[in-house]
Structures are given as structure tokens and as C-alpha cells.
């Protein structure tokens, strides 16, 4: 009977702290999930800032994220045919988003707001996005370089399994 | 005697379980407290680096030299006026930001609420001077913040996104 008792205790308090475990596991496993989904998003957009960066896309080269308005017009026209080979990405698009506008009109084009700098044409493509400043050189105007608030959207590939 | 044994073991019993009833509240309201706020994040980090950046009308001593976002936080605490537009360089940020801040985050289907201050760091704490926010924060919280050097003072620009993946 004694046995019994002790046996049964045993039992009681190892369920007790099993119970316990699996709480604490619960949260542990969430906070995991959490922190590599966050970390998997920040991945993605430390690699925009790697097309951000390009010398031939950004502003000034002391400055991460900024790219240089001038040069979107310049990649969105003819010129950017020769470019086709040079983006390791399947798709690069910069939209203006501040200030804001109704609707979207491609450039080159007077008032323009959305820059198409390549697009592969690929099919089953995820997009990542990332806000950019948008600056104009206005020294000829005598005043500092005016910067707008654009989004830089790159698209990645996904490789569907065969 | 056997009747007192059963007590003692009850008596273990009931103290392994508020032991670890204690240890679970003590872990519990750490991890509450330490939980979904300020989640450094670099996509925070982008819009504010963005919205820093943004060149704004106002010019403080003279057009076309306008102030950037940035310039204006610190304007703002100086006490300076936009002469170009006859409003103080706060009245005029205030209400930048609001406009801004609506923008963008319109355009963020995810993002439920906002918030962004601004605040002087000094000795004895800090001292808000701005707050802008919207909405009602559910899911998770990303926060990013920048520092901005006035004279001998240190001015703190901190935003917060809630977002729900």
C-alpha cells in the first residue's frame, strides 16, 4: 500500500513537471519560429541594400539606401537593355510612394512615379521591398540635393521543385 | 505517527508545487515584459532612414536651402521658424509627419498602428517633445531609432510599427 502511494506521487509529480516542460518548450519552440522568420526577413532585406548600393543605381556612396533619381531615368530607358546580363535578381522596380500620387505613371514621362529598371519577365517570382530615399542633384540650383521617399522592389526567383 | 508522515508528504508536495508556480510567474513576467516591444528591425530602420532624409518646404534661413527631416527635428528644438512659409519649423514638422507617416504606412497593408517620438535625452531622463501615432497595436512590434546631435544636446527619434505577418 505504502508502495502504492509513493509510486502513484512519483508518477504525480514527474507529470506534473512533464506538464511543466512542455510549457516552457511551447515558448521556447514560438520565440524560435519568431526570431527565424525575422531574421529570414531581415536577410531578404539586407540583399535589396545590396542592389540599393550599386554604383550604378545609387546617389552617393556614403550612403546606404539612397538612390540617385537621375539614374533611375537613365536605367529605365534604352540603356537599360545593355543591363540585362548585369542583375543577379529576376526584377528591379523603384516606386515613388511620398509624395503621394493617384495613379501610376512609368517613366521616363513627365510626372512619372514607378522606374522599370529590368524585368526578366520570369514567372513564379517573390517580391521583396525596402523604403529608399529617391535624391535629385539641385546644386546647379544652387540648393542642397532634394530627396523624395520611393520603395525599391526587387524580385527573387523560386526554384520549384522538380 | 503514519497519519503525520501522509502531512509531511503532502507538506513536500504542496511546496514543490508552489515552487514552481513561483519560478513560472518569475519567468512569465519577464518574458512579458521583455516580449513583443522593441524588436530592433531593419525595415524600421529603412523607413526612418527614408523619412530622415526626405527634403521637406521649409526653408529656415533662406530658399532654395529647405531642410530635410532630420534638419527640421533639430530646428524644431532650437526654436527656429520656416521663413519662407511664416510657421514654426515644429508646427510645420508636426504637421510633415503626420502627412507623411499616413502615406506610407497607407500603403503598408500589414502595419495596423504607428508611432513615432521624439525626445530629448537629458541627465535625469528624457523629456518628449513630439508624438505622432495612429491606429491600434496588435501583432508584432518593430521599433528602430536614430540619434541626432544638437549643440551639447542629444535628440532621440524613435519609431515603432505594429505589423501583423
Known amino acids: 500500500m505504502k508502495i502504492m502511494q ?14 511543466v516542460g512542455l ?5 521556447w519552440v514560438g520565440d524560435i519560429q519568431g526570431g527565424a522568420a525575422s531574421l529570414q526577413r531581415d536577410k531578404a532585406i539586407s ?7 550599386m554604383p550604378e543605381l545609387n546617389y552617393d556612396s556614403s550612403e546606404s539606401m539612397t538612390l540617385d533619381e537621375d539614374k533611375l531615368r537613365i ?6 537593355a545593355a543591363y540585362e546580363v548585369f542583375w543577379p535578381v ?31 519577365g520570369q514567372s513564379n517570382v517573390k517580391e521583396y521591398s525596402s523604403y529608399v530615399s529617391i535624391c535629385k542633384n539641385m546644386k546647379e540650383l544652387g540648393g542642397e540635393p532634394r530627396c523624395e521617399i520611393g520603395k525599391l522592389v526587387v524580385g527573387v526567383k523560386i526554384h520549384e521543385e522538380q | 505517527m503514519r497519519n503525520n508522515k501522509g502531512q509531511q508528504e503532502m507538506v513536500g508536495f504542496v511546496l514543490i508545487v508552489v515552487l514552481v508556480v513561483v519560478g513560472l510567474m518569475v519567468f512569465l513576467v519577464i518574458s512579458l515584459r521583455d516580449g513583443p516591444d522593441e524588436s530592433d528591425s531593419l525595415e524600421t530602420s529603412h523607413i526612418l532612414s527614408a523619412l530622415m532624409k526626405y527634403t521637406t518646404d521649409c526653408a529656415i534661413v533662406y530658399e532654395p536651402d529647405y ?5 527640421l527635428f533639430k530646428s524644431c528644438y532650437e526654436g527656429d521658424r520656416c521663413s519662407n512659409l511664416g510657421v514654426s519649423a515644429c508646427d510645420y514638422l508636426n504637421e510633415s509627419l503626420s502627412d507623411i507617416l499616413g502615406d506610407l504606412m ?7 498602428a504607428y508611432q513615432l517620438d521624439f525626445f530629448v535625452k537629458e541627465d535625469d531622463g528624457t523629456q518628449g517633445l513630439l508624438r505622432i501615432d495612429e491606429g491600434n497595436c496588435t501583432g508584432n512590434v518593430l521599433a528602430s531609432q536614430r540619434s541626432i546631435v544638437s549643440g551639447s544636446d542629444s535628440l532621440v527619434i524613435r519609431m515603432k510599427v505594429c505589423k501583423v505577418f
Open chain 2, 67 to 71: 531642410d530635410a527631416v532630420e534638419d
Open chain 1, 75 to 80: 536605367m529605365t530607358g534604352d540603356f537599360s
Open chain 1, 90 to 120: 529576376a526584377s528591379v522596380k523603384v516606386y515613388l510612394v511620398y509624395p503621394a500620387f493617384d495613379e501610376v505613371k512609368k517613366c521616363p514621362g513627365f510626372n512619372c512615379n514607378y522606374y522599370e529598371i529590368y524585368d526578366s
Open chain 1, 23 to 27: 510549457f516552457f518548450l511551447g515558448i
Open chain 1, 6 to 19: 509513493m509510486a502513484f506521487m512519483i508518477v504525480a509529480v514527474m507529470f506534473f513537471f512533464v506538464l
Open chain 1, 47 to 53: 540583399s535589396l541594400r545590396v542592389i540599393a548600393d
Open chain 2, 106 to 112: 497607407e500603403s503598408e497593408a500589414s502595419v495596423n
